[in-house]
């Protein structure tokens, strides 16, 4: 299983992100993905989910209206648009299975910086 993140960067308050994770050694259209971070100081967080074939998907209050996450099954590719960036939503982001219990297996991460 390989789980690689890329898209992350630098960008002013306001601004818009769109991060990918490329996964391959699995059957990536029968498990629920994940998008995780980590903020500077701060313990990991969940923050967006989605189910097998994308039509169901779940957010963390805090990006709600803000963040949209989808996956190309085809493509076997996650992705975690990310609009109206602010300061706080500054992190190293994780893509990550879901396994039988909890998540089971996670990309090495790709930071993304919001700053003025």
């Known amino acids: 299983v390989q789980l690689v993140e890329s898209g992350g960067g630098s960008v002013q308050p306001g601004g818009s992100l769109r991060l990918s994770c490329a996964a391959s050694?699995?059957?990536?259209?029968?498990?629920?993905m994940y998008w995780v971070h980590q903020a500077p100081g701060k313990g990991l967080e969940w923050v967006s989910a989605?189910?097998?074939?994308?039509?169901?998907?779940y957010y963390t209050d805090s990006v709600k209206g803000r963040f949209t996450i989808s996956r190309d099954n085809a493509k076997n590719t996650l992705y975690l648009q990310m609009n109206s960036l602010k300061p706080e939503d500054t992190a190293l982001y994780y893509c990550?299975?879901?396994?039988?219990?909890?998540?089971?297996?996670w990309g090495k991460g790709t930071l993304v910086t919001v700053s003025s």
């Open positions: 989605v189910n097998t074939g994308g039509g169901s998907t």
């Open positions: 990550a299975r879901a396994g039988t219990d909890g998540m089971d297996y």
């Open positions: 050694g699995f059957t990536f259209s029968s498990y629920w």
